[in-house]
């Protein structure tokens, strides 16, 4: 049958996917038929995703992405891949008067210079495939919107909108694509320390268009879109995905 | 810890409401200028000064700025 958003035997790198997007992304991107290296921080929780994985050959890696020695590793470890999907992310709800330069860091550290060095990394060592598509998991919070006490996680998304634009125009005679999507809330365990309270959670989904978050797999879709050889022609793009959320 | 410098940081917190009104007694989501910004703002100042994490959740069950400050004491 023609399919030409076929990933099947793609060799794809998927971070964060211990959990959320990043578990979604591997487990959609296993039944598509590609090969994948997944990695997370948690052994056990990196392991269920392990677990939830179709088909032979995948990879798991346990590492920390803020540690420059495990990304070296990591780097070492890659070869000959089709894509990378940067999901590693997190975020702190804080009111701008009380950031500092602790939390900052964190943040900045696993959004956006985590992944940006390890792409870095495998695109000097000459790990990637002609072709082969980059994909960041950026937002709708920092590039269309941000919301209360979320000045450093949209300072950090933001930063990855920028970067992708740059990498884009720089690796383009590489052949190689760079884009990003823009979730809005996701169902995931984003918000789990309870800052936010469900029921500020619950008001929140109602001011979606299409009346819900998101579905972790709803994202995946999207990013097996731009890993896909339909996307070819795309590069430095922002795919929105957030229910109607910014139209209003 | 005092609840009088509680009652204070707390009072900080707001830009719009006269510090007069912040006693151990009274009912903070009443207070009109309370909004998700100052209940954030509140999550913020008790970690801040107090190095305790409350949860959104501890805020919704406190009636009081009393209240609160039990909450937070009962951590330290």
Redesign the interface.
């Known amino acids: 049958m023609f399919n030409p958003f076929s990933i099947e035997g793609k060799a794809i790198f998927i971070t964060g996917a211990s959990s959320g997007i990043g578990r979604a992304t591997a487990i959609e991107c296993s039944k598509m038929g590609a090969l994948l290296m997944i990695s997370g921080r948690n052994p056990v929780a990196l392991q269920e995703t392990f677990d939830q994985l179709e088909g032979n050959g995948h990879v798991q890696i346990l590492a920390d992405l803020v540690d420059a020695q495990a990304v070296a590793n990591i780097v070492d470890q890659l070869s000959a891949l089709d894509g990378i999907v940067h999901c590693a992310g997190f975020t702190l709800?804080?009111?701008f008067?009380?950031v500092n330069e602790r939390d900052l860091s964190a943040v900045m550290q696993v959004n956006f210079m985590a992944p940006t060095l390890i792409s870095q990394a495998l695109i000097k060592k000459k790990k990637l495939n002609k072709g082969a598509s980059i994909v960041f998991i950026s937002s709708v919070s920092g590039v269309y919107c941000s919301s209360?006490?979320g000045s450093m996680y949209s300072a950090s998304k933001g930063a990855i909108n920028g970067l992708v634009k740059g990498m884009a125009l720089d690796l383009a005679s590489k052949g190689i694509r760079v884009n990003c999507v823009n979730p809005g809330m996701i169902d995931t365990n984003i918000f789990s320390?309870?800052?936010?309270?469900q029921?500020?959670l619950n008001e929140d989904k109602k001011r979606y268009p299409l009346n819900r978050y998101g579905k972790p797999e709803e994202v995946a879709y999207a990013i097996i879109y731009l890993l896909s050889d339909a996307t070819k022609w795309i590069t430095g793009s922002n795919l929105l995905i957030d229910g109607g959320y910014t139209l209003l | 810890m005092e609840i009088q410098e509680f009652i204070n940081c707390f009072a900080a917190q707001f830009d719009d409401t006269d510090p007069e009104i912040f006693k151990a007694e009274t009912k903070f989501r009443e207070i009109e200028e309370w909004s998700?910004?100052t209940t954030?703002?509140i999550?913020?100042?008790v970690?801040?000064e107090y190095k305790v994490?409350i949860?959104?959740?501890d805020i919704?069950n406190a009636q009081s700025i009393e209240d609160l400050y039990n909450i937070v004491k009962s951590r330290m």
């Open positions: 709800t804080t009111p008067q009380f209360v006490g320390e309870g800052i936010i309270t029921e500020q | 998700s910004l954030l703002a999550i913020a100042m970690d801040d994490k949860k959104g959740d919704r």
